[in-house]
């Protein structure tokens, strides 16, 4: 695993899927202690830059993982730029190996890059939780009168793909802030004493950037939790929302734009993502 440094936030780079589940099985499962991940993208680097609070929260993570090409392309650019002179050349150096970096990545799709999605991970260990008996919730995701709550969608799509999955409970019924801990916490327990469970292995919570992770930090004295994933819109993405058109942009390293396609609101988080990020990223090279 390497880490690095990316406008004051941690990322851990070089993982594949298997490093990460390795990880979570052999060392966060099994000592005991409470344990969170971060699905680290850049609207998350981006939103840490006012927000000291989730900037620490991510870099005090277990594992803060690549969870978004822009985070990939950031990582390439600073490590090929690190190693040029700072003469007079050097800001023309950088802004050349920039846009080069985003064409080769337009044009190949980032092969061979390391990336690990929030939703990926939560089908790979939702399938171990079946195999291996890890209890798994999810609280949190979009509650609506027509489609139901994208939790408890999400899990039932989850049964059906992985008919052994030991998922102990899911709810949208709950907000992130302080005033609503107590019922959800109790929520949890009672899901938790039905299903004759006591450590929660895998606790997956979709309450937006930030506030998810907020949560989590927040309560994690409150449950027994071995390890709790912040997993953003990920419920909606599992229960079918427009996961046609997200597979068929995927291999490009385009979902931003088939989430836009279909969700025009999302423009303003495009924009942080691209080009606000990127250019952020090469303004702060310019002064190290």
């Known amino acids: 695993m390497r880490q690095r440094n990316i406008l ?7 993982l594949t899927m298997e490093d990460v589940v390795s990880i979570i099985e052999n060392r966060l499962l099994k000592d005991g202690k409470s344990h ?3 699905t680290t993208n850049p609207e998350f680097i981006m939103k840490a830059q006012k927000d000291s609070d ?3 929260i991510i870099n005090n993570s277990d594992l803060s993982l690549p969870d ?3 985070v990939l392309m950031a990582d390439e650019y600073l490590g090929k730029t690190e190693k040029f002179s700072r003469d007079l050349l050097f800001p023309v150096r950088c802004l050349f190996t ?5 064409l080769t990545y337009l044009v190949k799709g980032g092969k061979g890059k390391k990336r690990v999605s929030g939703v990926d991970l939560v089908y790979r260990l939702c399938g171990l939780s079946g195999e291996k008996k890890y209890s798994v919730f999810f609280l949190g995701g979009e509650k609506d ?4 709550e994208s939790s408890v969608n999400a899990s039932d799509k989850i049964i059906e793909k992985y008919p052994y999955a030991n998922i102990v409970g899911a709810s949208s019924g709950f907000f992130y802030s302080k005033e609503d801990d107590a019922r959800s916490i109790d ?3 009672s899901c938790m004493s039905r299903h004759s469970v006591t450590d929660l292995d895998l606790l997956f919570v979709a309450y937006g950037q930030g506030n998810q992770e907020k949560w989590i930090v927040r309560n994690s004295s409150k449950l027994p939790v071995r390890v709790s994933v912040g997993v953003g819109s990920t419920f909606n993405l599992i229960a079918g929302h427009n996961m046609n058109i997200r597979n068929k942009f995927k291999s490009w390293n385009l979902e931003w734009l ?3 396609l279909v969700e025009p609101k999302r423009i303003v988080r495009i924009f942080t993502a691209f080009p606000l990020f990127p250019t952020k990223v090469f303004f702060d090279s310019l002064k190290h």
């Open 8 to 14: 004051g936030v941690r990322v851990d780079l070089d």
């Open 36 to 38: 969170y991940l971060c």
């Open 54 to 56: 989730f900037r620490d």
């Open 68 to 70: 978004g090409v822009g």
């Open 98 to 102: 920039g846009l080069g970096v985003g």
């Open 145 to 148: 009168e027509e489609k139901g």
């Open 187 to 189: 929520f949890l327990h």
């Open 258 to 260: 088939a989430r836009l």
